[in-house]
């Protein structure tokens, strides 16, 4: 059986990237703000980004699953919402480490403590500015073939191993021009 791929590949004009553009290795996540695994996994990118430096790139994908989650669609425009005023980082990380504390005021509070202009989030959230934008990242998830969350791509390539730092790391290593697994 053949691995899944990205569809469509990374967009730095579209994507939301951390790290340089022209990092050896891309690390994708889809994912959703309020699912309990992706908050597990999120330590993990972190030690990625931190192990790697300025070999790897990570890009985050909407995947919102209401079934399961039902604030998680609410979250993820609201880290849109955030994108759009230049905080899409800030807001993605606040909500990783406050994943319990999605409500519509926990949202604008959130807003708030990252230094949004929350008039204009509570705008754009109660006109659902954003939906189109979380939907469209997820038929890209469901292109992909991604089954759930969270799930990750390695330039492109769907790694079916665990979201852990150990598997993770290896699966970048691999792609690694010089071999390396830990830089320091």
């Not at 204009?120 to 006109?127: I, S, Y």
Request: with cysteine; aromatic share 8%; charged share 25%.
């Amino acid at each position: 059986m053949e691995a899944a791929t990205l569809t469509p590949p990374v967009d730095a004009a579209r994507d939301h990237v951390r790290g340089p553009v022209n990092a050896a290795v891309t690390l994708v996540e889809y994912g959703d703000f309020q699912c309990p695994y992706c908050g597990e996994a999120y330590p993990a990118v972190r030690d990625v980004l931190e192990r790697f430096g300025g070999r790897v790139r990570f890009v985050f994908r909407h995947l919102p699953i209401p079934e399961l989650h039902p604030r998680a669609p609410a979250a993820a425009e609201a880290a849109e919402a955030a994108g759009v005023q230049g905080r899409f980082w800030e807001m993605h990380d606040r909500l990783f480490t406050h994943q319990h504390e999605l409500s519509d005021g926990e949202l604008r509070g959130h807003a708030d403590a990252i230094g949004l202009d929350v008039e204009r989030f509570d705008r754009e959230l109660r006109r659902g500015v954003h939906a189109d934008r979380v939907a469209e990242d997820a038929r890209s998830g469901a292109r992909s073939g991604v089954p759930s969350t969270p799930r990750f791509f390695v330039n492109g390539l769907i790694h079916l191993g665990s979201p852990t730092f150990p598997e993770l790391g290896e699966a970048i290593a691999q792609e690694l021009p010089s071999k390396i697994v830990d830089p320091e």
